[in-house]
């Protein structure tokens, strides 16, 4: 153990390449939290294992990007929400109109399309949902009326395009085709060319007519969702949440629980070891003694017992994973500060009759603090992997869900087998990534305040 | 020697104890609380299967009186009127647990059909001790071998592979790494079966040969996550052992650099790799049950996931056990060869 001044360090750090790599992902990363935390509200990330908040989305969704690499391209789900708006009052009748235009141009047919609406009126008006095609056919989709209301009433409703009125209207239409529409769902017919089975390319226009007499019908909201097989830069999952806010979200969260276990891992373990050295005889003795039973007790097992009989809230967990962190760094800090003990300085200020808590603050931890920061660094990874771990395994904070969690959905459904790619691969490499620029720092750190690693 | 061999062996022993006494008051009320169901359960079945007991009474609150009765005398009979974490019960447990008698599971059997937490053990550990050892036996091998020869060619290009390799790989999780291999040769390439439980049963002849088939990708996937590590720990070692002034007295002798690297300076490494490789052995059980869950491999460590997934308690407490004293006998066996190939750690300084 030599001493190395800050400065040096600082230099010596600034000099490897792999310590500088290792602070751009880490700053990378940083800058993601931020703009994530800013971006994305809390409150929609919570809403992550709600089912509900998700219901708009498609299932199963590859990226949007594929299709930058496909010829073959993929529908992309589109949630229309501003249609083009038309009202027009004739004596007693009054229309509202509400217009989507779609440019389709995929080679596949969509999932479905949902129309969803809420509306406020008296009365029961009429709603009429059609479609206007490319090549100017126009399919008549369904004509209802809505439950009727003496008093000024508000109505919500979605129309599915597997709705069997929808699939009788069209096969009423079936004259427009030239195959049969029997076995075909109503998505399959309406986006079909005339003469073959194959998606029509072009630009759709959906209309949705609400008549209503003496009164007027007034539109609260109204969305058309034609369902993709694409969606978002991440997709999305089984459950048809969008990965890419589980992924961004997971940034802050991995770095919150990597750092403060690591950097409170190691400042319990500096102090305790530093003590026990200081100290020595008995007092080490039994120190070192309880640093055994800690060392000895299986790690895994234990923090999954806990989690499951305590909590497994994501703070208690944090908490969970420095019990078993601050042994290792104990063990080395005690034969490292018996070290220093012994040398001129620390007798000298004890002759000096100064306190132990002063000598150990002031004289031996600042000459550890080198190897602290490196060990800061290298045990980051080790719990972030811990944590994503137990998380994999289920037993994570379902109101914070981390990549380890994303995972563990994954696996719940097979992902792996069924070859959805962007629902393991991300999670992963962010796992990865994190930890490798922690790896990066916490090695270039190690060499400088090791130098018999380096030559 | 001795004298530190019989303190190591004490601290094991109350390691042991104090693993099991946190383990029990961690689950014992959701225990006690189970086996009071179980025994109100147990009563009624009975009753509804005897509808004579019922006539016999006149009133319902008489039937009620008579059914608390017999629900009281069994708890009194297995000690359950007192609460879980009286010293008694608390001891009684600890002495049964350390003769190996868990009880048995309240969900989950073994494959033959058992319900004796022991039997089910028994039969999952086998199949974990064959695949982490196995995995960590090739991986100490590879490793010991790479990491000796980036020891002997610093800042070759073997060597700055195997360091860039161990840094990256360490920061994998191996399960992710597992789902990926699964991805990839059971799903892209369908050469391995996703799932590694051997799909005939144990008695049949080619059941051993099956398990083996659907070891491969588990364990492939174990050595690629581990060799890096190990090899980059041996070339330190060796890094270090290097600059010792005797293997310079060697080099100025005249002795070939192969013979210095191979026979003389891995002599020395010996003693860290050696207790290393105890410690990874038994720590690897623990690891396992991650893994295990991954690619269903039907071991300890997926067992001890299905039994927290179901709260199957004697069987958390009996996994628990026997991978903590797995775990503190790979310690003790680190501790005493550290100890004999290096004096000054028994002679307490």
């Keep these: ?455 | 020697m001795k004298r530190y061999v019989a303190t190591r062996a004490v601290t094991m022993f109350g390691v042991l104890m104090i693993t099991l006494l946190i383990t029990i008051s961690l689950v014992g009320s959701n225990m006690d609380v189970i086996l009071k169901q179980g025994i109100v359960f147990q009563v009624r079945a009975e009753i509804t299967e005897n509808p004579a007991i019922a006539d016999s009474f006149s009133s319902v609150s008489e039937f009620e009186e008579f059914v608390q009765n017999q629900i009281n005398q069994r708890y009194e009979i297995l000690g359950l009127d007192e609460p879980w974490y009286s010293p008694q019960r608390v001891g009684f447990t600890m002495y049964k647990i350390l003769l190996l008698d868990f009880g048995h599971a309240t969900f989950l059997t073994s494959d033959a059909g058992s319900s004796d937490v022991k039997d089910i053990i028994f039969e999952k550990l086998p199949r974990t001790i064959l695949l982490f050892t196995t995995a960590t036996i090739i991986i100490s091998i590879i490793g010991i071998f790479l990491g000796a020869l980036s020891a002997s060619k610093v800042g070759s290009i073997v060597d700055r592979l195997t360091s860039s390799f161990a840094i990256i790989s360490s920061s994998f999780p191996v399960w992710w790494i597992g789902m990926l291999m699964i991805f990839l040769f059971s799903f892209t390439y369908q050469i391995f079966p996703a799932r590694a439980t051997p799909d005939i049963p144990p008695s049949d002849p080619g059941y051993i040969l099956s398990l083996l088939y659907h070891m491969t990708l588990p364990l492939i996937t174990i050595v690629m996550i581990g060799f890096g590590s190990w090899a980059y720990l041996v070339r330190n070692f060796m890094v270090g052992i290097m600059q010792e002034d005797f293997i310079m007295a060697k080099k100025t002798i005249g002795i070939n650099q192969k013979k210095i690297v191979y026979s003389h300076a891995l002599k020395n490494a010996a003693p860290p790799i050696v207790t290393i490789l105890a410690l990874s052995l038994s720590g690897s059980l623990g690891g396992a049950i991650i893994t295990e869950a991954v690619f269903d491999w039907p071991g300890m460590g997926r067992l001890y996931f299905e039994a927290i997934t179901v709260m199957d308690l004697p069987v958390i407490i009996g996994s628990t056990y026997i991978l903590t004293v797995f775990f503190l006998i790979g310690i003790f066996i680190a501790d005493l060869l550290y100890g004999y190939f290096d004096p000054r750690v028994r002679t307490g300084t």
């Design chain 1, 1 to 455: 153990m030599s001493s190395i001044s800050p400065q040096e360090i600082k230099e010596e750090f600034f000099k490897s390449k792999m310590g500088l790599a290792g602070i751009a992902i880490l700053g990378t990363l940083i800058l993601i939290s931020i703009i994530t935390m800013i971006a994305i509200p809390v409150e929609t990330f919570q809403q992550w294992n709600n089912p509900g908040n998700w219901i708009s989305y498609p299932k199963v969704a590859v990226p949007i990007w594929v299709n930058f690499l496909n010829t073959e391209k993929i529908p992309e789900h589109s949630i229309l929400e501003s249609p083009n708006i038309q009202t027009n009052s004739n004596g007693e009748i009054s229309l509202t109109s509400h217009q989507f235009g779609i440019n389709f141009n995929y080679n596949d047919f969509p999932n479905d399309f949902i129309y969803l609406f809420s509306s406020e009126y008296v009365g029961s008006p009429l709603l009429q949902m059609s479609v206007i095609r490319p090549d100017g056919i126009k399919l008549e989709l369904i004509s209802m009326s809505l439950p009727h209301s003496n008093i000024k009433t508000i109505h919500s409703e979605r129309i599915f395009s597997t709705d069997d009125v929808i699939k009788k209207n069209l096969s009423l239409q079936s004259d427009n085709f030239s195959f049969n529409l029997d076995r075909l769902s109503a998505e399959d017919i309406v986006f079909s060319k005339t003469q073959t089975n194959e998606p029509l390319k072009g630009n759709y226009i959906f209309s949705i007519d609400t008549y209503s007499i003496k009164s007027e019908t007034r539109m609260i909201e109204s969305k058309l969702i034609i369902g993709g097989k694409a969606f978002g830069i991440m997709g999305t999952d089984e459950l048809r949440r969008d990965l890419a806010v589980g992924l961004l979200w997971g940034t802050p969260l991995a770095l919150f629980i990597g750092l403060v276990v690591s950097i409170a891992s190691v400042v319990a373990g500096l102090l305790y070891g530093v003590y026990a050295g200081y100290k020595g005889k008995k007092t080490d003795e039994t120190m070192m003694r309880f640093n055994d039973v800690i060392y000895a007790l299986p790690a895994l097992p234990f923090l999954i017992i806990l989690s499951v009989t305590i909590s497994n809230s994501i703070f208690v967990m944090v908490g969970f994973l420095m019990i078993f962190g601050w042994v290792g760094i104990a063990k080395v800090a005690r034969s490292m500060s018996l070290q220093i003990k012994t040398r001129g300085y620390v007798e000298a200020a004890n002759m000096m009759g100064q306190k132990d808590s002063k000598i150990v603050l002031k004289h031996i931890i600042p000459q550890l603090l080198p190897y602290a920061f490196a060990s800061i660094a290298i045990s980051v990874p080790a719990a972030i992997t811990t944590e994503a771990g137990l998380s994999f395994l289920g037993l994570g904070d379902p109101s914070f869900p981390t990549w380890g969690q994303i995972l563990h959905d994954a696996n719940t459904f097979g992902a792996a087998s069924r070859g959805l790619w962007w629902w393991i691969m991300p999670p992963g490499v962010m796992i990865a990534i994190t930890g490798l620029a922690f790896v990066f720092i916490g090695n270039a750190l190690d060499a400088i305040v090791n130098p018999k690693l380096k030559r």
